[in-house]
């Protein structure tokens, strides 16, 4: 099973933070296979990594990211248990402090959050800048936009592509209705095939809530009972504990 930092780690330090981040890439060395985060764009088209369309649950500000530029956004404050608060990061700069570990051979899902609202242009924006850093076999690409997915295919032909979606039967639906993708991310609650159906691809599954991961056992969760359904890597909030 290869795990993943969901957010970066983002139980302990708060979500898609630089602090997050860091934390995080300090795992690779214990085996995390790669960290996950979100992207969205700014009103003056600027990359920043959030996932939520608004900025109200996880800064001090609120609104949607949208409806700021990049220098308004940078002036609400995210707290992570430091003397300074942090700010949303943008692309480049959680790039930069990964760009030695991803060298390495970390790798980095960049989920495009483009499901609500579509960020014409953010596609061509994120896989110039990925190019720009030859950074492209590094990059795991996903989004829950199967249109989104195609521009991708289009752009990285031969990008490591995940679908999103809550079920993995409605993964396999999009990715067979010609989306690009060559994997599946479905909801780990939401293996509803056989492991035969889905044990050709790759299937990284995303556990949900915020902050805290659901355990099933109430305990450690049984990473060898979600491999048994066909699972092959786990986005989790606390990778910390599971590696
Ligand atoms: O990419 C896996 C997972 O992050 C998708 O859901 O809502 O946490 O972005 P969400
Ligand atoms: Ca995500």
Redesign the pocket.
Known sequence: MKIWA??GCSQRYPENTLTAFSRAAKLYEKGLCGI?L?IQLTRDSKMVVI?DERIDRTTDGCGFVRDYTLEELKTFHIHTGKEEPEHIPTIDEVLDLLENKLRAGLLL?I?L?NSIYPYEGMEGKITELVRERSLQKQVVW?S?SASSLEKLRNLLPDAEI?I?DGKASDCLYKLKGGCGANAI?P?WRGIDVSAGKIKDYTV?A?L?G?LYPEKPTGGRLGLKELEKKGITDV?LNEPEVYL
């Open positions: 969901h957010r996950e979100d996932h899902n989920e959050k996903s829950f995940g999103l991310h909801f990284r995303w949900g915020h986005f």
